[in-house]
């Protein structure tokens, strides 16, 4: 190949040439931004694209970020041949997924509920009616099958050239065979890339570069912790009775997904235990090869999937290939600017989804460049919530084997990970086992979820959306939480220290609520960008005139910790990340100042000891910050412990919790107790496209306050508008027994107004409970619209009745906090 001139310069250089990378510049490109420049190192498609099985999907996720990525995928690629001349191969075939068990008949009725709220019209079918439309399949063990006329399949590397064209027909440059070395920083900017042609240099970059993405962003410190792992499919010789306006089938119970290709079948897997390739890096030289495939171990899953196929079986095999795909800790993709350079974008681990969201993800990063800012919910996908040391070797050798297996699992509501364990360890791990806990994986460290009791070994029980085995133990710590005093351990959460002398001015810079008030005191707060949309959600505890603790949730942590570091800049102040060196405790509870009382010599009073007063304790020998402030809605404390003292702090107080009949209590009792509180949580039920007042947060935002904050004239706008047409609501099911999780559609008067983002069971409350966002169209939300509706929660295609409100549910008038 023939070596390309290189320009000296562009504005923005998007490394790979895959369906990502074409996408991210065709949008580019239409965007305006003519000077941009696509490099791939070899031809375009090379890697995975050229051999992805090519369907296009819009059922199966519960995510509004995917499913709109997913819808806005599939019209782009219905219409790009008219733009470009070039054909993508897109037919709208249809899509049929079937159920053959009682667990995924119910997470695709939830699933196809939520995506039929979010325009996608997926259908109900009986078996026969799976039949009828894809002759070749077994039924006899069918429950039903989920059907979308209008999704199918596209051709991956006419897709990928037909968005080459469009983004060269607006200006952008796409150069083939020019590898990308290295991404030249200076001052922690991107400036350049560095290829074997020379240097380019450029204002932002965009790491599209598929299974190499992580090998390249590493040289510059930037944490991408994917792994290709063994994805296979089946290709049979033709077969004398299949159409090829036959539907594309998927049966994840029988492991397989199903396709007319070339006259025969393609038969494709998603194993539940995978095989990871090339752990110690993908080799520069990989193009357009395939991997040797591994018989002994695909036999038994080649066996179960043809078993949906049974008159397959007999035909002959033209190809069982095997080709590595990309997947991610998490199953969601690595997108965003990183944390560790400025305007190092990141596009990669898509999961075996890169086809059917492409063009959709293309278009949001390209946005996101343009814009300085994402127009999408990104929570799931930022490429900021991954971990450091999720990209060691032996962790991502061990979940990757796990990873490729999620996405045909059936995905239970309570199903914890079960790879890659015990990354992390709380000074209490020990402690807390030997009361019966049940550990969850959070961000890497082994938190518990409820426990079983002293001395009992925690058994999670079937899998089910049901009312799991250990509800018993959690509602009684739920009821603990509200009548008596729990202990919580809360160590996961971020702890950042920020000390100078303008640590106080940066930070009410940052924060919309005044957190340079008076000593001794939290404040909670959330930080905002300059459109008034959310960027954190957090406390600021000021400890002295120079000295500020913060504290923000585990996934957030290096969100919060990035945007620290940009913000103080030049200023004198400095932040310290101090998460692993204090354990968290919180003690809650009707009865935690008489518990806390027995372990300390200071005055705890409620005089004394205010509402979200925060100072220095005596506990035992250790000196520990104690802070009265709650998440659950009760009286309560959190104490934060040198972790070389936790486990003396923690003796302590359980030593003296016997008296007030202290119990233990987990996530679960968290969840429970803040969401019948209606206590928000970032990246769950709200997120960086929710204007703080819409998140009904606007209690914590200081419009007064000298000097102003981020956003605040934002703020000022939205407030400006007049009354409120979208906002977040309680909602709580009348009927007790059936259970919330997430994405289900909420009704007012027959009419779709939105959906739960987050929920729970609220055991004091007596039903499932969950926060919404709820569009009023042209009419206010406020208590008169909620007033004069009818409300319904869908779930699994049934409808309830539920109520829904502005204030919380649980103590509305906060009385048992400030007590």
Not at 200 to 220: D, F, P, S, T
Not at 333 to 344: C, L, R
């Amino acid at each position: 190949m023939t070596a390309p001139s290189l320009p000296s310069q562009a504005r923005v250089v998007v490394i790979g040439g895959g369906v990502i990378g074409c996408s991210v510049a065709y949008h580019l490109a239409h965007l305006g931004w003519r000077d941009t420049v696509l490099l791939e190192r070899d031809r375009l498609t090379s890697g995975t694209t050229w051999h992805a099985a090519g369907l296009m999907v819009t059922f199966g996720s519960t995510s509004e970020t995917s499913t709109e990525l997913r819808k806005y995928t599939r019209d782009l690629y219905a219409r790009l041949e008219a733009e470009t001349g070039q054909a993508t191969g897109f037919r709208p075939v249809g899509f049929i997924e079937v159920a053959s068990d009682e667990g995924r008949l119910e997470e695709y009725r939830r699933i196809s509920a939520f995506n039929r709220r979010c325009g996608v019209d997926v259908q109900e079918i009986s078996p026969s009616q799976v039949k009828e439309l894809f002759p070749l399949a077994r039924i006899d063990d069918v429950l039903a099958g989920f059907y979308v006329k209008g999704d199918g399949r596209a051709d991956p590397v006419d897709v990928t050239m037909a968005m080459a064209k469009g983004a060269k027909l607006k200006g952008a440059t796409v150069l083939e065979g020019v590898t990308v070395e290295d991404v030249v920083v200076k001052n922690g900017r991107v400036t350049g890339v560095r290829t074997a042609q020379g240097t380019l240099a450029c204002e932002y970059v965009v790491n599209c570069a598929g299974m190499w993405a992580r090998q390249l962003a590493a040289k510059n410190g930037i944490n991408v912790p994917l792994q290709s792992a063994e994805h296979y499919y089946l290709i049979t010789e033709k077969l004398p009775n299949i159409d090829r306006s036959w539907p594309v089938l998927e049966d994840p119970g029988c492991h397989g997904y199903y396709r007319e290709e070339g006259g025969g079948m393609m038969v494709g897997l998603f194993e539940p235990v995978c095989a990871p390739w090339k752990v110690e890096g993908a080799p520069a030289d990989f193009s357009f090869g395939e991997i040797p495939p591994d018989w002994e171990r695909m036999t038994p899953y080649l066996e179960k999937a043809l078993s949906r196929v049974p008159e397959v079986q007999g035909a002959g095999l033209k190809k069982l290939f095997c080709g590595p795909e990309s997947f991610t800790p998490d199953l969601r993709p690595i997108v965003g600017e990183s944390p560790e350079v400025k305007n190092y974008f990141v596009a990669a681990g898509l999961n075996s989804i890169g086809i059917l969201t492409g063009g959709g993800l293309g278009r949001a990063v390209a946005q996101w460049v343009v814009d300085g800012h994402p127009d999408v919910d990104v929570t799931g996908m930022h490429i900021d919530r991954l971990e450091p040391y999720q990209s060691t070797p032996a962790y991502r050798r061990t979940r990757t084997v796990e990873s490729l297996g999620l996405v045909y699992t059936c995905h239970y509501p309570f199903k914890p990970m079960k790879t890659a364990r015990d990354a992390r360890r709380t000074p209490l791990y020990v402690e807390l086992e030997k009361q019966g806990a049940f550990f969850r994986d959070v961000s890497g460290w082994e938190t518990p979820d409820w426990y079983a009791g002293p001395g009992q070994k925690a058994d999670a029980g079937p899998l089910s959306f049901g009312r799991p085995s250990w509800w018993p133990q959690w509602q009684a710590e739920h009821r603990a939480a509200r009548e008596g005093v729990v202990v919580m351990d809360m160590s996961f959460m971020s702890k950042f220290k920020v000390a100078g002398r303008d640590a106080g001015h940066i930070l009410n810079q940052l924060s919309a609520n005044d957190v340079d008030g008076e000593l001794n005191r939290i404040t909670y707060t959330q930080w905002l960008n300059e459109r008034g949309t959310l960027e954190a959600d957090l406390t600021v505890t000021k400890l002295g005139e120079r000295d500020y603790w913060v504290v923000a949730s585990d996934t957030a942590r290096r969100h919060v910790h990035a945007r620290l570091e940009r913000a103080l800049g030049e200023g004198h102040a400095f932040c310290t990340d101090v998460t692993g060196a204090w354990a968290q405790l919180n003690v809650q509870g009707p009865r935690s100042r008489e518990l806390m009382q027995a372990v300390t010599s200071a005055d705890l009073s409620s005089d004394a000891f205010p509402f979200r007063c925060a100072r220095e304790i005596d506990i035992g020998f250790a000196r520990v910050l104690c802070v009265r402030i709650t998440y659950l809605g009760e009286l309560g404390y959190e104490l934060y412990i040198p972790t070389e003292q936790a486990v003396h702090v923690y003796r302590h107080l359980l030593e003296a919790g016997e008296k007030f009949g202290l119990r233990h209590a987990g996530l679960k009792t968290l969840a429970s107790c803040r969401m019948e509180k209606g206590y928000r949580d970032y990246g769950h039920d709200i997120d960086n496209t929710d204007s703080v007042l819409e998140a009904g947060l606007g209690f914590a935002v200081d419009l007064k306050k000298p000097n102003g904050f981020i956003g605040k004239d934002a703020v000022v706008r939205k407030k400006a508008e007049g009354p409120l047409k979208r906002r977040l609501l309680q909602v709580q099911v009348l009927d007790p027994k059936p259970l919330m999780f997430h994405a289900e559609p909420v009704w007012r008067d027959g009419q779709p107004v939105g959906y739960v983002r987050a929920a729970s069971y609220g055991h004091t409350l007596g039903g499932a409970v969950g926060l919404a966002m709820i569009e009023g169209g042209n009419t206010p939300v406020d208590a008169a619209f909620i007033d004069s509706g009818r409300w319904e929660v869908e779930i699994a295609n049934a409808r309830y009745p539920a109520k829904v409100s502005l204030k919380p549910l649980f103590d509305p008038e906060n009385k048992k906090i400030k007590g």
